[in-house]
């Protein structure tokens, strides 16, 4: 169903359907109709099949969108919810999600990049943090293991960042922030009169 609402399908069937109009118009002959439907249709045929054929879908949200949306619009966690919205929408013209990122930490591999295949949200300690499940393609886990420090600073300062690895040549990366620091009373000054 997620495939049928992407943004290269809707438009490949809207360009089908003005194809189509049009194509009836001019068997029926009502050539007010039938140009203008044609001479848009079949352009926006060809640019929704274009689009469909570099189509990167989302990964797999395996906690729901409104579970967590109090902690996750809490300020200090910026950086999370903007990594979570990145990651969930359609890419066209990319092989990975993530791509640019990856390349930059030294995860890349050009002819088989590591894919990401599901987020998840979740909180631990009043802290939020997520969850993403990786393919790794043809980087192999020691690679992830050397730059696990520099991943949670990579995508947000004050990020812990934690690997797991729950199949063979699957990597979970853990992005965790700080948990809403406790309001606390200053102490007495020194100078203040008692």
């Known amino acids: 169903m997620q495939s049928l609402l992407s943004p290269g399908s809707l438009v490949t069937v809207a360009g089908a359907v003005l194809t189509v109009i049009g194509s009836l118009a001019y068997l029926g002959d009502n050539a007010n109709l039938s140009l203008p439907t044609i001479f848009y249709g079949i352009p926006i045929l060809l640019g929704g099949l274009a689009l469909k054929s570099s189509e990167l879908p989302p990964p797999r949200r395996l906690t729901p969108p409104q579970a967590l949306r109090e902690l996750r619009q809490q300020p200090e966690n910026a950086s999370l919810a903007k990594l979570l919205a990145d990651v969930c ?101 020194a100078n203040a009169p008692s």
């Open 89 to 189: 929408r359609w890419r066209y013209g990319q092989k990975a999600h993530l791509e640019s990122s990856l390349e930059v930490l030294g995860l890349w591999d050009e002819t088989t990049p590591p894919q990401l295949l599901s987020v998840e949200e979740f909180e631990l300690d009043g802290a939020y943090g997520l969850r993403l499940l990786f393919d790794c393609g043809a980087v192999d886990t020691a690679r992830w293991q050397d730059r696990q420090e520099r991943l949670g600073r990579f995508f947000g300062s004050g990020l812990r960042s934690s690997l797991s690895q729950p199949a063979a040549g699957r990597i979970g990366l853990e992005l965790i922030g700080s948990p809403e620091p406790a309001a606390t009373t200053p102490a007495p000054s």
